[in-house]
């Protein structure tokens, strides 16, 4: 038996499928995860993300620990509230995790990592703090719910305490408002507006109770894969890991590499890897001839190999299969990939493939 | 707890199978097996005229979620393939004994098929996977 969140016994009374992930028991799907897909494109799902973890990272060296930590550089957040999406690397440049950072003040900071990888991250923090005059605090004590579609936020403000629903309405993307132990974020992995909300465990039933009864629709881990590959958005551990760095993961625009003298682990690797004539491409993949796109088959063109699916699968909103890759430079704008054994032809595309609500490729 | 028809015949890998009465059966998924693979959106049923055996792999049928084979419960000649299913993959999500039939075969050893499992045999199966 896995862990399970405080809203595990609301997914049991919902019928929803259970499935182990990241040593959770979380819910795949309430009945259909193609129907819970298209609530988040055209009007609002909700998911229970409490597996993952947010970590507050608090002190005068708060700044300059993340500066070290993450890849995308934290001096960026200029006004209080604004997110960042980074990578954590290793020194050899591969990705410990992919995270979002948001600045709560000037010597506050909540980092909100992956749950697979939420043990390990915080150790790797930690044995990286020497030195710096921080508090790493993992916060167990919330849940966190995210809102998306078209009518999430509409749906969610009138929901929240009072003391911070003025501001969740008014903040732009990538910005979050805060109150108490509420916190919530106009951010999410669908390519839909929304919130990403945090709050106390205690709360979180009452929460998710008020959103159904308000016609926000139940979502599960099924929906949530196929809306964010449909967003071209990387999924950790299977299209960026230990080994893979961001360079190779279409992870590049999440590097700052200015100031120069900003020595983030992992620096050193990246600049190697950056001018590698040999450096491998991330590209999407719109399969043209029939059958379903997966990860680990193999990408050809003209009948040689030249990379791999890393995620791949339906696309709803597409009404047809697509992927994210890794191939070698100079492929042309279409290629083959290997489906039980036989070559079925595919179209070359640049992700994202769906965002708010709207088809973003040529079909 | 899901629909398991009296008059097919089953497998242990979950496919129904009807007695056409004509030297023919149909074969397809059985509910709880469509429950189980969730919304299912590519189906490549096999080639009429294929020769197949006994438990052969023969057609496709993917999930949001994954691909699974599709095994003839008997040795015999495929006579159709389901074409509906090209368009409408999910008419084994929604009628999986009717619409959502998979092929017709004409099986080598008509008598092969009192070898299946009967709908209580195949209930067992279902319970003991639960």
Redo the contacts between chains.
Sequence with gaps: MGLRTPLFSEHERLGA?LVPFGGWDMP??YG???EEHHAVRRTAGMFDVSHMRPVDVEGPDAQAFLRRLLANDVARLQSPGKALYSCMLNEQGGVVDDLIVYARGPQHYRLVVNAGTADRDIAWMRAHSAGFAIKIQPRTDLAMIAVQGPQARELAAPLLPEAVRANAMQIQPFFAAEDADWFVGRTGYTGEDGFEIMLPNTQATDLWRALHTTGVTPCGL?ARD?LRLEAGMNLYGQDMDETVGPLESGLGWTVAWEPVERDFIGRTALVQMRDDPARREFVGLLLTG???L?SHQKVLSNGVEVGEITSG??APTLDG?IALARVTPGLGSTCEVEI?GKPVAARVVRPPFVRHGTIRIER | MSDIPADLKYTKTHEWVRDNGDGTVTVGITDHAQEAL??I??V?APESGREVDADEACA?V?S????SDIYSPLAGEIVEGNAVL?DTPDAINTSPYDEGWIFRLAPSDPGALAGLLDAAGYERVVEDES
Excluded: P
Aim: proline letters at 0%; a positive charge.
């Design positions: 499928r795949l799907h259909s995860q193609i099924g196929t029939r059958g379903i997966r699968g339906f299969s039980r | 969730g919304d959106v590519f490549e496709v993917e949001v979620k994954a691909a090209a």
